[in-house]
Structure formats: structure tokens, C-alpha cells
């Protein structure tokens, strides 16, 4: 039972354009989410995170757009950078814990 | 120097056999966690300790078993490996009390694999 789906394996996209990665999730009680990019040989980063009492969290080129009645939430890359390349992970916590559920992952190509 | 490593980075064994991955920290993170990675599966818990006295079972831990040896060190150990536990394994840390609860450190990875 997947609770955090990103459904999109890997998105392509050019220098300076907008990469948008999405993110699905099932559960209502999660809270708290947050995406984690990762570099080949390296662990997981964090970038960026939202509340669920928000639906927008911005800092610098990466937003994290957060929809809760569509369960959905998105990042957006603007503009998009050959540095960005990396797998994205969407990860959600549930109130009251400190566990992270993880999506699946999204591989980020960003072609000059 | 890094906050969290883990040793070994890589490691072949055979199955059967048992083998120990270690986890050190120096944020003086009372919690920490073991995932591993698999392609087209994400990061998946194994385990978590809260403190040195707090180990709890994540989704996936048959098969595993962990030490909190102290604050810092926390081993995750495959007692019998098998080639279905090949995989890419992180240790991770957080800190309930910090502004940044919410977030886990990771370390970076030990690559296993299990013939």
C-alpha cells in the first residue's frame, strides 16, 4: 500500500525551463511534507518542505505548491539548471510522528 | 567532516552470511533511522530508535536487526543475508527539539550486495 506515489519515474527537461515534479498521496493524517533530492553516491538532501495548514512554500528557484483536497503536491524548478539533475523524493509525515513515508522517486534530467 | 557515515560504502558477501552496517553521527541526534533504497521502490524504514533505549520496527524489518550502541552509533544487521536484501541502505538522523525537526540527515549510503 503505497501511501506517497510519484508517478512520474523521470521527466526531462532544458536549461531554463520549469521542471514540475508531482507527488500523490492517500493518507489524511499526514501533515508535514518535505522533498529530498539525491545525487548519484550521495544520501538523500533535503530541499524544501510545506505544512498542511499551507499551500504554498517558496525559497529561491523551488516552490512547493501543496493542493490538500486533491491530496497533491508539486514542486516547481524555475529556471531549471543542469545541477538540478538528481532523483526527487517526496516524503510525508503523519502527526504526532517523526516517521517519514517516502514516494518512489522522480529522476530529474535538466539538458543545457 | 561528515555529520553522519556509514561503513562499510561497499560491500559484497555471500548468502547466508552475516554482515553488520554501521551508522556514526556527530549532530547529537537522539533519533535515528535505517532505510534501504530499492529501484522503482523508494525509501523504505527498516528500523528507528528514538533513544539508546527506544527501538522500534519499521515496514520492512524481517530479516534485520539493529544495536543502539550508544547516541551516536546505530548498527543494522543482516543476519543470514539473502539476494533480496541487495539494496542501497541509508542510516539517517533527526532532532525533535531543533527548529528543523522535521527533517532527517542522511548518511551516504552503503551499497550491498548479496550473492
Known amino acids: 500500500d503505497q501511501q506517497v506515489k510519484q508517478n512520474s519515474p523521470s521527466l526531462s527537461v532544458q536549461e531554463g525551463r520549469i521542471s514540475i515534479l508531482n507527488c500523490d498521496y492517500t493518507n489524511s493524517m499526514f501533515d508535514y511534507f518535505l522533498w529530498y533530492k539525491k545525487y548519484p553516491a550521495e544520501g538523500p538532501t533535503f530541499l524544501i518542505s510545506i505544512s498542511s495548514i499551507k499551500d504554498k512554500n517558496e525559497d529561491g528557484r523551488f516552490t512547493v505548491f501543496l493542493n490538500k483536497s486533491a491530496k497533491h503536491l508539486s514542486l516547481h524548478i524555475v529556471p531549471s539548471q543542469p545541477g538540478d539533475s538528481a532523483v526527487y523524493f517526496c516524503a510525508a509525515r503523519t502527526t504526532g510522528f517523526q516517521k517519514l513515508v517516502f514516494g518512489t522517486g522522480t529522476r530529474l534530467l535538466v539538458s543545457p | 567532516d561528515a555529520d553522519v557515515t556509514q561503513t562499510p560504502r561497499n560491500r559484497i558477501t555471500k548468502t547466508g552470511k552475516r554482515i553488520m552496517l554501521e551508522c556514526s553521527q556527530t549532530k547529537g541526534h537522539d533519533r535515528m533511522y535505517w532505510y534501504r533504497q530499492d529501484p522503482g521502490l523508494g525509501l523504505r524504514l527498516i528500523y528507528y530508535?528514538?533513544?539508546?533505549?527506544?527501538?522500534n520496527k519499521g515496514e520492512i524489518s524481517d530479516g534485520y536487526s539493529v544495536s543502539r550502541q550508544a547516541q551516536a552509533k546505530f548498527s543494522l544487521s543482516l543476519e543470514s543475508a539473502i539476494p533480496n536484501q541487495t539494496a542501497l541502505y541509508f542510516c539517517?538522523?533527526?532532532?525533535?527539539?531543533?527548529?528543523?525537526?522535521?527533517?532527517?540527515?542522511f548518511g551516504p549510503g552503503t551499497r550491498l550486495t548479496v550473492l
Open positions: 530508535s528514538f533513544d539508546v533505549k527506544d527501538i
Open positions: 539517517a538522523t533527526s532532532d525533535p527539539d531543533s527548529r528543523r525537526y522535521n527533517e532527517q540527515f
